[in-house]
């Protein structure tokens, strides 16, 4: 299992929705239109906190703590015994930049 992958991908979600319930307290809204509300910006909120955490971290690796993980995931192709490949998460170095 890869770990790194599935904190620096489980990280921005839960900030991102956290951020969102944050900004929505006090809005009154009905329920379906309060659910849309929290979906719709949640996942953008998500998407900006994951790319400008990404960002920063590409020019200071320190704010890798961001997303949740200094590691960075890497994957490689490797081929089972039918011959078929298929791809393998590996936890890379903190430099690695694929």
Known sequence: MQFPALIRTYVPVGVGYVITFLATLGVRVDGTAQTAL????????SAVYYTGAHALESRWPVFSVLLGSSVTPSYHNAKDSS??????A?????????
């Open 90 to 98: 590996t936890s890379g170095s903190p430099e690695y930049r694929g």
């Open 38 to 45: 929290v979906l719709g910006l949640g996942g953008v909120t």
């Open 83 to 88: 011959g078929s490949s298929s791809a393998t």
